[in-house]
């Protein structure tokens, strides 16, 4: 029972660090109509920064928010500088564009930090696990993830549900000309969405960078994991990507914790501890195709209500 | 004026003549990982075949050396196919290097098809010592069951009685826990294999470790992968509380990026850099003096893999095309070892002392040291596999 709890707050904190970085890509592929592959980076970016500033702060929190600041702008300055280059071109052209950042972003990060990586030590009060319930014991930092996520999810609803500049991202999800033909300035929301997007992948990356670690290449294996809760939840819908990501989330987990005992019960030994790892990273996409079959438009899609 | 120019002619005829009969350099291709996460290994490994190129000045039984260093991508499609290219269009005399299990099994066909000569400096993939063994393959590293055998039998002595296993699922991850097994006398509470090598949060099975209640976890994750692994132990609250043992997972590379998560971790490992032979020290200090950083592993085999190319062919004169003698030379192994004495079993893999280390905290230094010597001179268990042909 222990163990229980303990695997579902783990896919919990999972399921919301996905979350983060699914939000930014939906964002920016629903509202953008832009197939952005170098989301992945500017999370490294953010791992980068974080571990830059607060090796020189000294201050674990201060380099955080320094980072989240210089995600944002590098953000900022892509989109001013190669992502405006790709609107009302062809999806492919958008893979290729962004595809050219990646390999640009692992190369500047090289020149810059070079190949070996860095780390980000926690400070100590995060370090340490605390008892959560009488006898359950969870690491402080993954708690600390899991209410920094929520509060990030909450401000993005307040944003996108309830401020003026949600209305016009909702609108452009839903019908982009129409926005512009109203006179809403579409080039700088663009370029707000996009920071925005980056600073949420920046944040995603410098708070996994204490748990895993700082180096090049680290979003794109996640980013796999990102897209595909884009497509689950329905794209460009932030609420699709909430709800999608904390079923990948479980899914992985709980299928990670408890799909190799469940298959020691029907296959041998040595089949079962060769098959289950495999079998159990194929979860998520297998409820991926499920939804694909049932709903093609995503659990919520955007621009229907 | 004819005359002259017929002078000329022969004179370059002359000059050319002997460069044909005779092997006029020797061409060597080292294949690893220079790109991605763990391009960091890939660099050491070079390095450390560089400096000791130029501890030979560059020269081996009298003949210029020219490595081609080519990047696999950590992936075993890509090595294969650089492996093919150095056999192909380069023509190397010796192919050396190679990190990953997969990846060298992978590309030796190509490489022993063409009776070059096959030196693996790192990858431990059993079937190459035990039934694919050949007689153009050798190696200065260890297979992947020996070290953590050489940490399963540390415990045995420790009188640890019950262990949790976790590895990656791929073929050192499996070959690598297998060889524990193999050696552990306590009881096995449970074992798990992760996603090789996209998976970096290991909170599921740290969590089933941690409700297992074993006295001691072992794990195997190189790379980068070792230090989100001990990241993770610290923050589950698992370090101090159950003793962990690891296999590759801790090196001067990932060192210094793990600190103090790592003070207190044993491992099992052929070589130290605190290894007291003349060479080791020589190799130690010079490896610092060139490239500012502690050596690693990786590096020590790499050293030892191109000072055995080097006596082979001093001890051949460079006369590469006599694959038996070069056979010969290479199985005679008549260099100085970085690990002290070096002898080849009868499947070419070395028959070695396994060191235990301990990682220590020494002022604003984390280092690794040797605290027992676990087995003394083991063979490679695959050796009776081997038919050699």
Redesign the interface.
């Known amino acids: 029972m222990?163990?229980f709890v303990?695997?579902c707050l783990?896919g919990l904190?999972?399921g919301l660090l996905l979350f983060l970085l699914a939000a930014g890509l939906t964002l920016v592929f629903g509202i953008m109509d832009l197939v952005n592959l170098a989301h992945g980076s500017l999370y490294m970016l953010g791992a980068y920064f974080a571990a830059t500033f607060a090796a020189w702060t000294g201050s674990f929190v201060l380099g955080a928010v320094l980072a989240l600041g210089a995600t944002l702008v590098v953000g900022m300055a892509v989109e001013v500088v190669a992502m405006r280059r790709l609107y009302g071109r062809d999806h492919l052209d958008h893979v290729l564009g962004t595809f050219g950042l990646i390999l640009f972003f692992d190369e500047a990060v090289r020149l810059i930090w070079g190949?070996?990586?860095?780390?980000l030590?926690?400070p100590s009060w995060l370090?340490?696990?605390v008892h959560i319930l009488p006898g359950i014991?969870y690491?402080a930092?993954?708690l600390a993830i899991m209410a920094v996520t929520l509060t990030v999810a909450g401000f993005l609803y307040v944003l996108v549900m309830r401020t003026r500049v949600g209305m016009l991202i909702r609108a452009g999800a839903s019908n982009r000309e129409m926005v512009a033909a109203l006179g809403v300035n579409i080039k700088l929301l663009y370029t707000l969405v996009f920071g925005l997007g980056a600073a949420l992948a920046g944040l995603a990356g410098l708070m996994q960078a204490?748990?895993?670690?700082v180096?090049?290449?680290?979003g794109e294996?996640i980013l796999i994991l990102a897209f595909v809760i884009t497509v689950i939840g329905g794209i460009g819908s932030i609420r699709g990507a909430f709800v999608a990501a904390l079923l990948v989330g479980f899914i992985d987990?709980?299928g990670?914790?408890f799909f190799?005992q469940l298959l020691h019960a029907f296959l041998g030994g040595p089949a079962a501890?060769?098959a289950?790892?495999?079998l159990s990273?194929m979860l998520i996409y297998i409820l991926m195709a499920v939804v694909l079959v049932a709903k093609p438009e995503g659990l919520f899609p955007a621009g229907a209500k | 004026m004819r005359k002259t120019l017929l002078a000329a002619g022969a004179a370059l005829l002359l000059a050319a003549a002997p460069a044909a009969a005779q092997q006029k350099s020797i061409k060597i291709g080292f294949v690893s990982t220079f790109s991605?996460?763990v391009?960091?290994i890939g660099?050491d490994m070079r390095n450390a075949f560089e400096l000791a190129l130029d501890h030979m000045d560059r020269k081996m039984g009298g003949l210029p050396v020219e490595v081609i260093y080519e990047d696999d991508g950590f992936k075993p499609e890509i090595g294969k196919q650089k492996t093919e290219k150095l056999i192909e269009s380069d023509k190397v005399d010796f192919v050396s290097g190679f990190i990953w299990s997969n990846v060298v099994y992978a590309s030796y066909k190509p490489i022993i098809e063409s009776k070059t000569f096959l030196i693996i400096a790192n990858a431990g993939e059993t079937r190459l010592a035990g039934e694919n063994c050949s007689p153009f393959i050798f190696s200065t590293a260890w297979t992947n069951d020996q070290n953590p055998h050489a940490v399963a039998d540390y415990m045995n002595h420790k009188g640890v009685k019950s262990v949790y296993l976790i590895g990656p699922?791929y073929a050192a991850g499996?070959e690598n826990l297998a060889g524990f097994k193999d050696a552990f006398k306590g009881k096995v509470l449970g074992?798990?294999?992760?996603?090789w090598?996209?998976?970096?949060?290991f909170?599921?099975?740290l969590?089933?470790a941690?409700?297992a209640n074993p006295e001691a976890v072992y794990m195997f994750y190189p790379g980068?992968a070792g230090?989100?692994f001990l990241?993770?132990y610290?923050?589950?609250?698992l370090k101090g509380s159950i003793p962990l043992y690891t296999t590759f997972s801790i090196d001067s590379?990932s060192l210094?990026?793990?600190?103090?998560a790592a003070v207190g971790v044993i491992s099992a490992l052929q070589w130290s850099a605190d290894l007291p032979n003349d060479a080791n020290k020589k190799f130690v200090v010079d490896f610092k003096k060139k490239y500012g950083t502690e050596p690693s592993f990786y590096a020590a085999q790499s050293y030892d893999a191109a000072n055995l190319i080097a006596s082979a062919v001093a001890a051949t004169k460079g006369n590469l095309s006599d694959k038996a003698a070069v056979q010969k030379a290479l199985e005679k192994a008549d260099f100085k070892s970085v690990r002290g004495g070096f002898k080849f079993g009868p499947n070419h893999y070395p028959t070695q002392n396994y060191y235990m280390q301990e990682v220590v905290k020494e002022g604003d230094t984390y280092t690794q040291k040797t605290m027992a010597t676990a087995e003394e001179n083991q063979p490679n268990p695959h050796a009776s596999k081997c038919s050699m042909k």
């Open positions: 222990t163990l303990e695997q783990n904190q999972f190949p070996g990586g860095l780390s030590p926690l370090s340490q696990p014991e690491s930092y993954r204490p748990i895993l670690t180096q090049i290449g680290m294996n987990t709980l990670r914790a190799p501890s060769t289950a790892p495999a990273s | 991605g996460p391009a960091a660099n699922n499996k074992e798990d294999y992760t996603t090598p996209s998976q970096l949060d909170s599921a099975e969590a089933k941690k409700a980068a230090v989100q990241n993770q610290a923050q589950a609250g590379l210094p990026r793990q600190k103090d």
